[in-house]
């Protein structure tokens, strides 16, 4: 006879992979299933998620990890609730009559909206942006404006401008919203769409009000029921975006606590408590949490590098330096440095705190000296030099220094790197033992919807027995004046992989 237990369960859905992971009130996994899914690069900057292979591998990791629970010995009931956390930024655009896909999901890093963001920028410069009924703001002052009201800058790292090319180049998409037969959201939304029944349902629900008319929810309330599959009937509690995820996951939820997340890209979320700290040095200002649909949001200043996880997959499989992601640090550390060589990740443009569409991969200082161990630590250094910078911006927006900074993320799990990271920032790295962050935090959320274990997004004494398996620590051992040497030497870098491909107004 199976056990019965009291678990939450987690689908988590990143830029290459979906896992499910169902975790105890003490957050250890009890049961798990991965499954990577195709990425699609039809022209250089393009970057394609079939939505469908998403729902499906979604799908099978819960089934999978569902059987691995059972194999051990535990009931399916057992699993109480689930959330869901996804990447962010990522356009699905589906029929919401047939619930079908109206084409591929535009990925967050895809770079092909860089001409709609000059025609927008354009437009911000001649005719401005009406902020009231004949009030107009333009130029520097329209730039502000547009971020006053979104609290983003004009970028091809958001969703919106995603959503506006789909409109200009997709005649299905354009013919659904002339229909008014369009659904648009990010991967969660599409997610908890198809999971709790599809067009029978049209659950159709969103975290950004200001786009268009959606269900809006917090990060912590059941907003739905699974309506098949082994799962069937089980709440969903918990919808965030994986680095909010990520911060909830390392127990970061009161002001000064700041957290980083190395996968595809890296996420740096610094948390701001009940206060919106309005950026004027390149991060942006979002909501970290809400802890129930009367609970004020919790806020946090954010800095994102479009390039991390991903430099060290474009070294395995476009050059053919490693086998597997995790070689990149015994390659690197077969030389004790770069050999004089800086690596711009740039690989679709530079995000914060630069906000740079038209800036290019870059790798300078290459010489018949260079070796594949070079390149290796350059691309480590780049995460490193590419954090510092995040963090510069933190510290100057903030008020305050940041001495510490948790990390968790495939990328981390390589000790060279973090050591890298340490010595390049200056700054305390802690990794914890349990480095599946981004999907406890959305397991975390699921259980406070309906407060199982006594756990309480606004009482964060109620996790203090969540995620103590320890954690290994990282400290500096590189000069000074030898760490201010090489960041004055990464910034000449930036500034000359800078304006190389700069998007055209072609409306």
């Given at each position: 006879?199976?056990?019965?237990?009291?678990?939450?369960?987690?689908?988590?859905?990143?830029?290459t992979s979906v896992r499910f992971i169902i975790f105890d009130r003490y957050a250890n996994i009890i049961s798990q299933h991965q499954l990577e899914f195709p990425q699609y690069y039809e022209q250089p900057g393009w970057h394609d998620h079939d939505p469908l292979e998403i729902q499906e591998h979604s799908r099978l990791c819960i089934e999978e990890s569902i059987n691995l629970l059972e194999a051990?010995?535990?009931?399916?009931?057992?699993?109480?609730?689930?959330?869901?956390?996804?990447?962010?930024?990522?356009?699905?655009?589906?029929?919401?009559?047939?619930?079908?896909?109206l084409c591929n999901a535009i990925v967050w890093d895809d770079s092909r909206t860089k001409n709609t963001v000059a025609h927008y920028e354009r437009k911000l410069e001649t005719i401005?942006?009406?902020?009231?009924?004949?009030?107009?703001?333009?130029?520097?002052?329209?730039?502000?404006?547009?971020?006053?009201?979104?609290?983003?800058?004009?970028?091809?790292?958001?969703?919106?401008i995603k959503l506006r090319w789909m409109l200009d180049h997709i005649p299905e998409v354009a013919q659904a919203h002339e229909a008014d037969e369009l659904h648009f959201g990010t991967v969660e939304s599409?997610?908890?769409?198809?999971?709790?029944?599809?067009?029978?349902?049209?659950?159709h629900i969103c975290e950004?009000?200001?786009?268009?008319?959606?269900?809006?929810?917090?990060?912590?309330?059941?907003?739905?029921?699974?309506?098949?599959?082994?799962l069937k009937g089980v709440p969903i509690g918990g919808l965030v975006g994986d680095q909010q995820g990520a911060l909830i996951g390392n127990k970061c939820l009161q002001q000064g606590e700041a957290k980083c997340t190395y996968g595809t890209g890296g996420f740096l979320l610094f948390c701001t408590g009940n206060e919106i700290v309005k950026s004027t040095h390149g991060l942006l200002?979002?909501?970290?949490?809400?802890?129930?649909?009367?609970?004020?949001?919790?806020?946090?200043?954010?800095?994102?590098?479009?390039?991390a996880g991903s430099a060290i997959k474009w070294l395995r499989d476009a050059m053919g330096f490693i086998e597997h992601a995790a070689e990149v640090n015994t390659l690197a550390a077969k030389e004790p440095t770069t050999g004089g060589i800086y690596f711009v990740t740039a690989f679709s443009g530079l995000l914060a705190p630069y906000w740079d569409p038209s800036a290019t991969g870059l790798m300078i200082g290459l010489s018949q000296y260079t070796n594949p161990s070079h390149i290796a630590r350059a691309t480590l250094e780049a995460n490193a030099?590419?954090?510092?910078?995040?963090?510069?911006?933190?510290?100057?927006?903030?008020?305050a220094d940041l001495h510490t900074l948790k990390v968790d993320g495939g990328m981390t799990n390589g000790d060279l790197a973090m050591s890298v990271l340490a010595?390049?920032?200056?700054?305390?790295?802690?990794?914890?033992?349990?480095?599946?962050?981004?999907?406890?935090?959305?397991?975390?959320?699921a259980g406070a919807a309906i407060n199982l274990f006594g756990w309480d997004m606004s009482k964060p004494e109620t996790f203090a027995e969540v995620n103590t398996a320890g954690s290994k620590e990282f400290i500096t051992s590189m000069p000074e004046d030898e760490r201010e040497w090489k960041w004055v030497t990464w910034k000449r870098a930036v500034e000359r992989c800078r304006g190389w491909d700069v998007g055209v107004d072609d409306t």
């Open positions: 006879m199976l056990k019965q237990g009291e678990f939450v369960g987690s689908l988590d859905c990143g830029t051990n010995g535990w009931s399916k009931d057992s699993v109480k609730v689930i959330g869901i956390t996804n990447q962010r930024e990522t356009t699905v655009a589906w029929n919401k009559h047939t619930g079908k896909p401005g942006l009406q902020v009231e009924p004949g009030v107009w703001k333009k130029g520097k002052d329209g730039v502000e404006a547009l971020r006053e009201l979104t609290g983003l800058p004009l970028s091809t790292y958001f969703s919106a599409w997610l908890i769409y198809n999971l709790v029944g599809g067009p029978e349902i049209g659950l950004e009000p200001c786009l268009l008319d959606f269900f809006i929810v917090s990060t912590s309330e059941v907003c739905g029921h699974i309506s098949e599959g082994a200002s979002t909501i970290a949490y809400q802890a129930g649909p009367n609970s004020p949001p919790v806020y946090a200043l954010e800095g994102s590098i479009s390039v030099f590419q954090t510092r910078a995040i963090i510069e911006s933190m510290n100057l927006d903030s008020g010595d390049l920032g200056g700054f305390r790295v802690i990794r914890p033992e349990m480095r599946e962050s981004t999907a406890l935090g959305s397991a975390l959320l």
